[in-house]
């Protein structure tokens, strides 16, 4: 892990992953807790935005996007929990005994598992976004598309490599948000 940290720590080796959330573990910390609690503010987002569409009489997609990234952010909660308490501790008993915990490794697979169908479920939340957007004509139709689209793209990807950026689920929500805020 370079001085200043970057993305590389989630791709180490379990033991060097450990050592890496050891040397910053008050920082690693937070890190998850206000991941976790982005995921909270990205789901009231998509509640305004649902009402917003209900308005619009679109009732069937857009309940259909809140419940199941409902069901996403309370995965994504648990995992970013498991992150902060769970791998900080491991990590501090490996700095204390110079061993891998024998739990963590069982758990941190339990742990990528729930964030492998947080960001199915939340690929495919946006989706029904993206849809409900296109049946209403509150923004223009590309938004739709693009929200549509960049969903099922990203959630292709995230089949074909196993992995992708929770930070993906942002993007089409911020260009909503801002265009609603524009259209206001």
């Known amino acids: 892990m370079g001085k200043k940290g970057n993305f590389g720590i989630f791709t180490l080796p379990v033991r060097e992953h450990l050592i890496a959330v050891a040397k910053i573990g008050t920082i690693w910390r937070w890190a998850n807790i206000f991941m976790g609690?982005?995921?909270?503010v990205l789901l009231a987002g998509l509640s305004m935005l649902t009402s917003i569409l209900e308005r619009a009489n679109e009732y069937t997609y857009s309940r259909l996007g809140l419940v199941v990234f409902l069901i996403a952010v309370v995965l994504w909660v648990m995992f970013s929990a498991f992150r902060a308490v769970v791998t900080l501790n491991a990590s501090q008993e490996l700095a204390l005994t110079?061993?891998?915990p024998t739990y963590y490794e069982p758990l941190a697979k339990w742990g990528f598992a729930l964030f492998y169908i947080y960001a199915v479920l939340g690929f495919l939340a946006l989706g029904a976004y993206g849809i409900s957007l296109l049946r209403v004509d509150l923004l223009p139709g590309w938004i739709g598309w693009a929200t549509l689209i960049f969903s099922i793209a990203?959630?292709?990807q995230l089949m074909i490599t196993g992995d992708t950026l929770p930070a993906f689920h942002y993007i089409p929500t911020l260009l909503i948000g801002i265009l609603l805020l524009l259209n206001l």
Do not use: C, Q, S
């Open 37 to 40: 609690a982005a995921g909270v």
């Open 98 to 100: 110079g061993r891998v």
């Open 154 to 156: 990203i959630l292709l």
